[in-house]
């Protein structure tokens, strides 16, 4: 159950499994104006292209984040990652994002993208600190749910080990 499993800062990174939907649904729905629901993160987490993430943090060792990537040959994508608003600033994010790197290296990943909000400062942040750089724009591709759109930012790292 605990294949990948990373130890380090009171805290442990390891390989989600399917039993992790539930709790991967609900940690995207309360970062997200669209959360994807459990079934959707079901067939996510038992795709074979698909390499995820989560990390168990507090007394209830619970799921408090999550990063999932699409992989395609010798590239992958980040779908999602999502840290629960209450163990945010504690550097999960940094932490989870760089053993999920470490591990799509290890698969022979040598280029990892994303898109973000451009507005999103402390995801960007983040990306920019893991050694990101935009490549590209997508002009008014979110929608808020005031109607409002926002830019997508088009990030990739090539350093992932």
Same mark, same amino acid.
């Given at each position: 159950?605990?294949?990948?499993?990373?130890? /380090? /800062?009171?805290?442990?990174?390891? @390989?989600?499994?399917?039993? +992790?939907?539930?709790?991967?649904?609900?940690? $995207?729905?309360?970062?997200?104006?669209?959360?994807?629901?459990?079934?959707?993160?079901?067939?996510?987490?038992?795709?074979?292209?698909?390499?995820?993430?989560?990390?168990?943090?507090?007394?209830?060792?619970?799921?408090? /984040?999550?990063?999932?990537?699409?992989?395609?040959?010798?590239?992958?994508?980040?779908?999602?990652?999502?840290? +629960?608003?209450?163990?945010?600033?504690?550097?999960?994010?940094?932490?989870?994002?760089?053993?999920?790197?470490?591990?799509? !290296?290890?698969?022979?990943? $040598?280029?990892?993208?994303?898109?973000?909000?451009?507005?999103?400062?402390?995801?960007?942040?983040?990306?920019?600190? !893991?050694?990101?750089?935009?490549? /590209?724009?997508?002009?008014?591709?979110?929608? $808020?749910?005031?109607?409002?759109?926002? +830019? !997508? @930012?088009? @990030?990739?790292?090539?350093?992932?080990?």
């Amino acid at each position: 159950m605990l294949a990948g499993l990373f130890s /380090g /800062g009171g805290r442990d990174i390891r @390989l989600a499994e399917a039993e +992790d939907a539930a709790s991967c649904a609900m940690l $995207h729905g309360q970062a997200f104006a669209r959360g994807w629901s459990e079934h959707e993160f079901e067939s996510f987490l038992t795709d074979d292209a698909v390499l995820a993430h989560v990390v168990i943090a507090g007394r209830q060792e619970r799921v408090a /984040g999550f990063v999932l990537s699409r992989l395609a040959l010798d590239e992958a994508e980040i779908l999602s990652i999502a840290v +629960d608003a209450a163990s945010r600033g504690r550097g999960l994010a940094k932490d989870l994002l760089a053993r999920h790197k470490t591990a799509l !290296a290890a698969r022979g990943i $040598h280029r990892l993208c994303l898109e973000v909000e451009a507005g999103n400062q402390p995801a960007r942040a983040l990306y920019d600190r !893991a050694g990101f750089v935009q490549v /590209g724009r997508r002009w008014a591709y979110y929608q $808020h749910a005031d109607g409002a759109r926002a +830019d !997508a @930012l088009v @990030l990739c790292c090539e350093r992932l080990a």
